[in-house]
């Protein structure tokens, strides 16, 4: 089945895992390949390979969030986080900590398709509940980024080359990129590595998206 997205969910709640293997049946973009109460089940077994993991962000087994969520992305899955209720310090740790979204498991079914098609593809599934965790993290290692330091990322994330950056800016080529290097290192002091262009703009995303975290 060509374009269909194997997804996987952990979850320990019976009722909610029942619920979508009946719709996930009817569902031709999706292919539950797995359901699974916790991280260690879920990497002992075939749905290992999902693409999308859908995460409950608390588990009975008392695992950490943002424990799991490097354990499901450090196995090569995409991880888009889903709970009962929005807490707020648990969602920012678990997207510091490389989840690729997050819901409120009382969205709609076809906003959850949305967003894992979102998170396949490589984008940030963002939601009210993810923004208004933004709003309210009060973490003191959040980057806080100097005005020269947030015109570099902006340019050179929007696609310019490192050399356009710089003429833009009115700066060498040395210094864009010095400015560059310190936007990543404040990046990953708040748990939320950018090593790459695409990695820069996708924080820019995030923050842009967030209420504008970036000052």
Not at 190 to 211: F, S, V
Request: net charge positive; glycine share 8%; aromatic share 4%.
């Amino acid at each position: 089945m060509a374009g269909v997205i194997d997804i996987a969910v952990v979850d320990d709640d019976r009722m909610l895992l029942d619920g979508l293997r009946a719709w996930l049946s009817g569902q031709q973009r999706l292919r539950l390949i797995g359901t699974v109460p916790t991280v260690d089940a879920l990497l002992a077994g075939p749905a290992r390979t999902a693409a999308v993991v859908l995460l409950d962000l608390v588990l009975g087994d008392g695992s950490r969030p943002e424990a799991n969520v490097r354990r499901v992305r450090a196995a090569g899955s995409k991880v888009l986080v889903i709970s009962t209720i929005a807490d707020h310090a648990r969602v920012v740790a678990a997207v510091a900590a490389g989840a690729d979204g997050y819901l409120t498991k009382d969205h709609a079914l076809d906003t959850l398709v949305e967003a894992v098609e979102t998170v396949a593809a490589g984008g940030t599934a963002h939601s009210p509940e993810l923004a208004f965790g933004w709003v309210k993290d009060t973490t003191p290692n959040r980057p806080h980024l100097a005005p020269r330091e947030r015109q570099v990322l902006r340019d050179y994330a929007s696609g310019l080359t490192l050399k356009a950056t710089a003429r833009r800016a009115g700066i060498t080529v040395n210094t864009a990129k010095y400015y560059l290097d310190q936007v990543k290192e404040k990046y990953r002091q708040a748990g939320r590595p950018a090593l790459t262009k695409i990695d820069l703009a996708r924080r820019l995303a995030e923050d842009d998206a967030y209420g504008g975290r970036l000052r």
